[in-house]
């Protein structure tokens, strides 16, 4: 089958200490106090980016952001991107079953293509299924190679398109800046395992470079197996799987302060699944054996420039183009043993998505006795290819 497709007297001397005591007391609340308000002004002063394709402080974005950086992520141990958003409010990552896995993103009850997910500014390919034997998911890239998330709740057409309805999900990767740290060099190693599912990830990223260039590269690889029941002792559908990340950037600064960079990731994914739970009820009355076999693979090329400086014509500007290429396939057998003349079932699911585009985004703020405007211009040309 080929488809198209996150509160008396005292001596003297008592009352001197009483009253250290109390200064005392008075002056740590005291540091507590602006400590905490440090803080808080630390936390909400963030940057984000995904609002307004632009640069600004979360105080500026009147719509609701969530922001999670790479040590939240590894505070929360997240091995997958399901992981990421298990406690993020309005956000869940929707769930294909045993076979197909983490199918898509959902924010505030909506998702599948509804959602847009971009990955380093560039927009992931589509969610597509047919039936109950084939889903093209967007499952795209492992927790331990992602640098930020910022989750826009709400809708953002007109900055995003039709495909922003839900919500926008931004996953920026690591830059070499990230990890090189001061000396020219610099590592990060993860290494998990899990026993809800017998899982086992490592990722490792090395970058090295100057105050101007920068190299990376990193890979990851995640397998394990399906997740242990709390109902019932033995596992009946089975499932192993194996996935595999990598990251190759490189990002210059030139003379007038401007950003060049260029990356290639790539993700390829295997699925083998024997389902059990649902022989012989309904309509699997007479099938002895149901098995998947799948596949998927992205890979993606991107090209970047950032400009502007408050002194130019444009503040701040970027242009990007971009290339990403997705492949999936999917069989099924379905061996029906009991039926009064016995068959086996052969399915194919294919759903291949390029998709190329390029994209300008200008900014410039106006600065007036009374009042102060911020103009933004931006041009997007998308084309999608689907087989």
Partial sequence: ?????????????????????????????????????????????????????????????????????????????????????????????????????????????????????????????????????????RDFIDAGLVERIEVLHGPASALYGSAAIGGVVAVRTPNPADIMGRDGSGGDLLAMARGADDSLQGSGMFAFG????????????????????????????LRDYRSRSGILKFVADDSGGHTWSAALLHQDSEVQSDLNSMLGLGRYATTTALEGDDDYRMDLVNLAYEFGSPESWVNSGSLRAYYEEVSVRQSTLDERGNAARRVAIDRYFQFDQEIAGAEINLQKEITGTTIDHRLGFGIEYRERLTE
């Fill in 1 to 137: 089958m080929h488809t198209l497709a996150k509160f008396a007297d005292i001596p003297p001397a008592r009352a001197s200490a009483g009253l250290l005591i109390l200064l005392g007391v008075a002056v740590a609340q005291a540091q507590d106090t602006v400590s905490a308000t440090s803080d808080d002004e630390d936390v909400i002063d963030q940057i984000v980016v995904v609002a307004h394709k632009d640069r600004r402080s979360i105080r500026d974005v009147a719509a609701n952001v969530t922001v999670m950086t790479r040590e939240d992520i590894n505070a929360s141990l997240s091995a997958s991107l399901s992981d990421v958003f298990r406690y993020t409010p309005g956000v869940d990552y929707e769930s294909a079953g045993s076979r197909f896995g983490d199918e898509g993103i959902n924010i505030r009850g909506i998702g599948g293509n509804r959602v847009a997910i971009l990955l380093d500014g560039v927009p992931l390919s589509d969610q597509f299924d047919v039936g109950s034997f084939s889903n093209a998911t």
């Fill in 210 to 237: 100057n105050s101007s260039t920068g190299f990376l590269l990193g890979g990851s690889l995640r397998e394990g197996e399906q997740t242990d029941s709390a109902g019932v002792d033995d596992d009946f559908d």
